[in-house]
C-alpha cells in the first residue's frame, strides 16, 4: 500500500509541477505572511489536493495542511500518528521533496475536541458577576455523566438577525445527542450556564443561567464545529468583551501563515501563538457522553492549524474560545477554536462558522 502511494504521489506532483515556479522566490527567504490566495501557497495546495485522500486512507496518517519548513520554505505538512505502532516505516516511505516541495513530516498525537474535564484552576474559571465576559468557562447546563462533568468555554458574542447569542462548539452546547449516562439529550431552550459544570464540583446551583441553547446542529454533516446559545437578557456584557482581551472587531480577517494569534479559554487563559498550517485536512475524535465512549470521527478540510507545544496554547476545555489577531486593541476574529493535540491547534475559519449560522460578529 506504501509503495502504491508514492507511485500515486510522484504521478500527481508531476502533474502540478508547472504551477511550482513561484515557490523557489521563497525558499531560503525571511519568512513572511501567506494566506490562501497567495500564489504559492496555491501551489501546494495543488499537490495536496491530489496526494491528501491517498494520504488519509492510510491510519497512520491524520492529516495534511500547507506549512513552512525550518528553512522558510512553503511545504506539504503530513501529521502522522506518533502512537501508531508503524509510524517509523511510515515516516520513511514518505518523500522529504519533490520539484520544490517539501514534505514535511509532523508527529503528534491523535488531534481530538477540546472539550475536557478540569485541568486546573485559573481566573476564566470563576463565577463572574453579571454581566459577565466571555472567554470564561461555560457549557450545557446538563453535561453530567458516567460520573463526570464536562464543560468548555464561551467564546464570544455573535448577532444572528439583530439577536445577540454566545458562540462555542457543537461539542460544548449540543453534543450530547444520545441517551446515556445522565438519560438525557441536548435540546433547543436548554441552560448554557457559567462556569460550567467541570468548575462547580458538577453542582449546577453553583452556577448561573446566562443563555439558552438554540440547536443548529453542525455536526457530524458540515465543515464547522458550532453551536450558539441566546443571550438572557442582562447576563453578558452586550459589547462582548472577551477576558484579557476586551472588545473586538466587528469585522473579521482571514489565515495567513506567520500570522501571530491569540485566544481566551476556560483552562489556559489568555495564550499567544502564530499560524502554521493552511488548507489542513484533518480527522477529529469526538465522544458521545462527557468521559464517554467515541461516538464518531469527523474529517475536517480547510481549517487552520496553531503552533500547540505541549498544549501551552489550547488545552482540553478551552473548545469554543474564538481565536482573534494578536493586536491589543479591537482584534478581528481569525477562527473558532474546536480540537488539537499536545502539538498543534485546530481552528475552523471564522468565515465559514459565520455562513454556517448566518450570523455576525457582536
Known amino acids: 500500500m506504501i509503495r502504491s502511494f508514492i507511485r500515486c504521489l510522484c504521478k500527481a506532483l508531476a502533474g502540478v ?5 513561484p ?18 501557497v496555491r501551489a ?46 511510515v515516516i520513511r516511505s514518505l518523500p522529504r521533496e519533490f520539484r520544490g ?3 514535511q513530516i509532523h508527529l503528534t498525537d491523535k488531534f481530538r475536541a477540546m472539550r475536557g474535564k478540569p485541568v486546573r484552576g485559573v481566573s476564566h474559571t470563576a463565577k463572574q458577576t453579571p454581566p459577565i465576559q466571555l472567554g470564561t468557562s461555560g457549557g450545557w447546563s446538563k453535561d453530567l455523566a458516567n460520573g463526570y462533568c464536562c464543560g468548555g468555554t464561551l467564546g464570544s458574542l455573535v448577532s444572528i438577525s439583530g439577536v445577540q447569542y454566545i458562540l462555542s462548539n457543537y461539542h460544548v452546547f449540543e453534543s450530547d445527542i444520545v441517551s446515556g449516562g445522565n438519560n438525557t439529550t441536548a435540546q433547543t431552550g436548554d441552560n448554557i450556564i457559567q462556569p460550567g459544570l467541570i468548575d462547580v464540583n458538577c453542582n449546577v446551583a453553583g452556577a448561573q443561567n446566562v443563555a439558552k441553547l438554540v440547536k443548529k446542529s453542525s455536526l457530524p454533516n458540515s465543515n464547522v464545529d458550532c453551536a450558539v446559545a441566546q443571550v438572557i437578557a442582562g447576563m453578558v456584557r452586550t459589547d462582548g468583551a472577551i477576558l484579557e482581551i476586551g472588545p473586538i472587531s466587528h469585522s473579521i480577517v482571514g489565515a495567513s501563515l506567520n500570522q501571530a494569534v491569540k485566544k481566551s479559554g476556560r483552562t489556559t487563559g489568555l495564550t499567544h501563538s502564530s499560524i502554521v498550517g493552511l488548507n489542513a485536512t484533518v480527522s477529529v475524535a469526538y465522544d458521545n457522553e462527557c468521559a464517554g465512549g467515541a461516538a464518531f470521527t ?12 505541549g498544549s501551552k496554547f489550547l488545552n482540553s476545555g478551552d473548545s469554543g474560545s474564538l481565536m482573534v ?7 478581528r476574529a481569525v477562527g473558532l477554536l474546536f480540537a488539537g493535540s499536545s502539538t498543534s491547534a485546530i481552528a475552523n475559519p471564522i468565515g465559514q462558522v459565520l455562513t454556517f449560522l448566518g450570523a455576525t460578529m457582536d
Open 17 to 21: 509541477a508547472s504551477l511550482l515556479a
Open 23 to 40: 515557490l523557489s522566490a521563497f525558499a531560503g527567504s525571511p519568512p513572511g505572511l501567506f494566506d490562501n490566495d497567495h500564489a504559492a
Open 44 to 89: 501546494v495546495i495543488a499537490v495536496q489536493s491530489e496526494v491528501t485522500p491517498d494520504l488519509m486512507q492510510q491510519p497512520e496518517i491524520l492529516g495534511t495542511a500547507v506549512g513552512i519548513d525550518a528553512s522558510g520554505a512553503l511545504a506539504l505538512t503530513v501529521y502522522v500518528d506518533r502512537d501508531a505502532p508503524n509510524a517509523g516505516e
Open 101 to 103: 516541495v517539501g514534505v
Open 298 to 309: 469527523k474529517t475536517f478540510t480547510n481549517q487552520i492549524v496553531i503552533g500547540n507545544s
Open 325 to 331: 489577531e494578536d493586536i491589543a486593541t479591537a482584534p
